[in-house]
């Protein structure tokens, strides 16, 4: 495609930053509910043509759509034979050494497509799936129609599909091709053609639970931090948020965040400035973004303070616990901070589409933080 970099420099829609792609991860956690309904639906031979996974986005969706896939594409249709029905099928393991494994990985599966947001002309990474992407499925239907076996197509996300590209999809969900089973992953399954939605079997996933999100942590080679109590409270069961923090710095950033709330109703103005100032930095979008996000949790975690009588377990920083308690004693500051955390989003959003500058978006909002300390 013109204009589009190498391969080896293309981002990938469907892989967080920091992570293993999906399909290279082995073992999952967390999810054995939701691989024992499919499996309930699988032995009972009323397979689904459509799937909808969905629940909070890190938590495993894609690799639990690969591990369907490449279950399916490994386990051939059985029939009754002479001493009657095989036994039940009891897990979606399938071995690494497996010929569909090996396929898989190499990105040469032929029974297999995925449907990510893919490149336009001039080599930029969309940020919907387009129609073109799902046209693109009649080729593989054609090709893949002349084996018998099983076919198997992942959307990640289907949320991300533009109208036109939502209703090619829906006529593929009304007529589905022989022997195809579609997955799709959405993180927000409001935002899907109701008409979707119905022509879908839904698997909720979970949060994982802290025990479960470190298992998955450690397989993806990354490094635990001293106190994982704190980042199991900001991911909040999202392994892709925890490599999100680990990979941004942002067990320090939230620190920071906290630090500078306990100065307050006096505020730490030099700290407020070099947070603003880090947030302003060249090549510090995500960063920045990060930021922003750590800022809705902070003031969540106020309003919930006030409302409950307790601050939320664990602790997402040192001492973060006194000083939510002291800013946030009461319901009636509960809903202070609730109503300044409806304001600062209306603001960020406001400061985004006009370009506001990052420092400056972020002193506001710690001067409006401490207003509200101040009542």
């Not at 003031?299 to 409950?308: M, S």
């Not at 800013?327 to 989003?345: C, G, I, K, M, N």
Request: glycine share 6%.
């Amino acid at each position: 495609m013109k204009g589009k970099p190498a391969d080896e420099d293309l981002p990938r829609a469907d892989q967080a930053p920091g992570a293993p792609h999906p399909r290279e991860t082995e073992q999952m956690f967390g999810q054995a509910q939701a691989e024992e309904a499919f499996l309930t639906a699988f032995n009972s031979d009323r397979l689904h043509h459509g799937w909808l996974l969905t629940g909070p986005q890190g938590i495993g969706k894609a690799t639990l759509a690969w591990r369907i896939a490449r279950f399916l594409l490994a386990t051939p249709p059985v029939e009754d034979g002479l001493f009657g029905a095989p036994p039940p099928v009891e897990t979606l393991d399938v071995s690494p050494e497996h010929p569909v494994s090996h396929r898989i990985q190499a990105l040469a599966e032929p029974g297999l497509a995925a449907i990510t947001p893919s490149y336009n002309d001039k080599g930029k990474l969309r940020d919907q799936i387009v129609v073109d992407d799902i046209r693109s499925l009649n080729r593989f239907f054609g090709l893949s129609a002349t084996d018998g076996g099983r076919r198997v197509v992942i959307v990640d996300a289907a949320d991300n599909m533009n109208t036109s590209a939502a209703n090619a999809l829906l006529k593929m969900l009304e007529e589905p091709p022989a022997r195809t089973t579609l997955l799709l992953i959405s993180h927000q399954p409001s935002r899907l053609l109701p008409t979707i939605r119905s022509r879908c079997r839904t698997l909720r996933l979970s949060p994982l639970s802290p025990d479960d999100m470190q298992n998955a942590l450690t397989q993806s080679g990354a490094e635990l931090p001293e106190d994982p109590d704190h980042l199991a409270a900001l991911a909040a069961g999202s392994v892709g948020s925890a490599l999100r923090l680990l990979n941004l710095g942002g067990l320090q950033i939230y620190t920071e965040l906290v630090q500078i709330l306990a100065s307050m109703p006096q505020l730490d103005r030099p700290r407020a400035m070099a947070l603003a100032e880090a947030a302003a930095q060249r090549g510090a979008a995500e960063k920045f973004e990060l930021l922003l996000t750590l800022i809705d949790v902070a003031l969540a975690r106020l309003a919930r303070t006030g409302a409950t009588g307790t601050p939320p377990v664990p602790q997402a920083a040192v001492d973060e616990a006194t000083t939510l308690t002291r800013l946030s004693p009461t319901p009636q500051a509960a809903r202070a901070w609730a109503d300044l955390a409806a304001e600062v989003t209306a603001r960020v959003r406001h400061g985004q589409v006009v370009n506001l500058d990052p420092a400056a978006l972020v002193l506001d909002t710690v001067f409006k933080m401490q207003k509200t300390a101040s009542l």
